[in-house]
């Protein structure tokens, strides 16, 4: 076949997208054929919830782009399977309550692997005070205080696992003394 039909061209409307996926997806794509092998089915569970979940974010107009998206992704997760072991504990369901127990666990584990830094309640305290202090010193306004603290928290949390709600409840707390 002439090489001239073997090039490679440029595909104007192509919906693949150059960016690559996370590494620490990446490590799952792999613990997932693992899990398989092992026939590890708590594990398999997981990591298909966990793809699962990132396929659905895919598709919405914030995909997961970064390690820390990914991690919120798997923190939300967590959260979901500590409601529904609190649920099946009230209804009397220990079988459920133990599976659940089962995933928060391994989650627990993928999550302290990330790789991703998670700030300390002390060390957030601290860096909230700080842009609390910078922003009364500057001459901000009451009302606009908080706004201004999260814009100057944004830049220093970038990259960094918190969840924005505690964040935020810190900020009008701190801000308010």
């Not at 659905?56 to 967590?78: E, G, H």
């Not at 790789?115 to 601290?126: D, F, H, R």
Request: hydrophobic share 40%.
């Amino acid at each position: 076949m002439p090489s001239v039909f073997m090039q490679r061209t440029h595909r104007a409307f192509s919906t693949t997208t150059e960016d690559a996926p996370p590494p620490f997806l990446q490590k799952l794509k792999g613990d997932l054929k693992a899990a398989m092998r092992a026939k590890d089915a708590p594990r398999l569970s997981v990591l298909r919830s966990i793809m699962s979940a990132n396929l659905n974010a895919s598709k919405t107009s914030s995909p997961i782009r970064t390690d820390v998206q990914l991690v919120a992704l798997m923190r939300r997760i967590q959260k979901s399977a500590q409601d529904a072991a609190a649920d099946a504990k009230t209804a009397g369901r220990e079988d459920l309550v133990e599976k659940e127990n089962v995933q928060i666990r391994i989650l627990d584990e993928y999550l302290a692997g990330s790789g991703v830094q998670t700030l300390g309640e002390a060390e957030l305290k601290a860096l909230i005070q700080e842009a609390v202090d910078a922003s009364k010193s500057a001459g901000t306004a009451t009302k606009s205080l908080i706004g201004d603290v999260m814009k100057r928290l944004s830049g220093a949390l970038e990259g960094k696992d918190v969840d924005k709600k505690v964040v935020a409840n810190m900020v009008k707390e701190l801000a308010s003394q």
